[in-house]
């Protein structure tokens, strides 16, 4: 007869998830975190535009891709907060400068991590630590409510705790706000609290760990067309800049709003019209 304590064993270790493999950062230049189980999941193509079709973040363009370029060096580099509008490409500045740094000979990998799953980035850490490759750990639409606990998964990225941020990891993140919460939810606690400048100066302080901030601000007109022209120039979409612009109006009137992707949507309806393929 079987011992029943063997019994048991046996049944914990098919109960036990199988360790995984050792990630293979060769595969591809980006990746996409995954849990349960951990996973990096590699992407053979990453859905981006070029750099300088982003039309109005000059700037900001500017600043990041120096901040990823030292930091693809092995030169020191900051943390960056991408804060602002809504579609004004801060996103898609963050995946077009990995991309142009890629250009230049210079190798790092881009991993995505989704909100929801800050809770594992100390796992993911371990992970990236250990690595002889160089990451962009980029996290897209970054806020936090009222009652959100993710945030303090967050300082593992920014300080590291007792072991540091890895040498190799730089973290970029992209938020509508410029503290990572709503307003209205900072007014609410300091006016209820009994400390009201200790109530939120944990999550406040959260986005003054960025050392890099790049605002993002709605566009005008003027940058709105050129960001289409830029689109049907690259791509060979040919129309007159009457038409264009009686288009284009029309269509950023329709949706209430004016912005890099307002722009990129009228193009794809445009291209789509003129039968004219967008991928590559």
């Excluded at 000059?58 to 580099?77: C, E, I, V, W, Y």
């Excluded at 801060?90 to 909100?115: D, F, I, N």
Aim: charged content about 25%; some cysteine.
């Amino acid at each position: 007869m079987t011992d029943p304590m063997e019994r048991i064993a046996a049944a914990l270790e098919r109960l036990a998830p199988a360790p995984q493999p050792a990630p293979d950062f060769d595969a591809a230049d980006a990746f996409v975190w995954h849990v349960d189980p951990d996973h990096l999941q590699p992407v053979p193509k990453v859905s981006r535009v070029p750099v300088d079709l982003l039309v109005g973040v000059d700037r900001s363009r500017d600043t990041l891709l120096t901040n990823t370029r030292q930091f693809a060096k092995g030169l020191p580099a900051n943390n960056a907060l991408l804060w602002g509008a809504r579609g004004m490409g801060k996103s898609s500045l963050v995946k077009a400068v990995h991309a142009a740094v890629l250009a230049e000979g210079l190798p790092v990998k881009l991993v995505e991590l989704q909100r929801e799953d800050l809770p594992s980035v100390a796992r993911l850490l371990n992970l990236l630590r250990v690595a002889d490759h160089r990451f962009l750990l980029f996290c897209d639409d970054l806020s936090f409510s009222h009652d959100d606990q993710h945030y303090k998964s967050l300082k593992a990225v920014l300080d590291g705790g007792v072991e540091g941020r890895p040498d190799n990891v730089v973290f970029y993140a992209t938020s509508n706000r410029r503290h990572l919460m709503p307003r209205d939810m900072i007014e609410n606690e300091r006016s209820s609290a009994i400390n009201p400048s200790e109530a939120v100066e944990e999550k406040v302080s959260l986005s003054d760990r960025f050392g890099l901030w790049l605002g993002f601000h709605p566009c005008n007109q003027d940058d709105y067309l050129a960001m289409i022209r830029g689109y049907c120039d690259a791509y060979g979409v040919e129309i007159d800049d009457a038409t264009l612009r009686a288009e284009a109006i029309e269509w950023q009137a329709t949706r209430g709003a004016r912005s890099g992707r307002v722009a990129w949507q009228y193009f794809t309806d445009l291209a789509g019209r003129r039968g004219v393929a967008l991928s590559a």
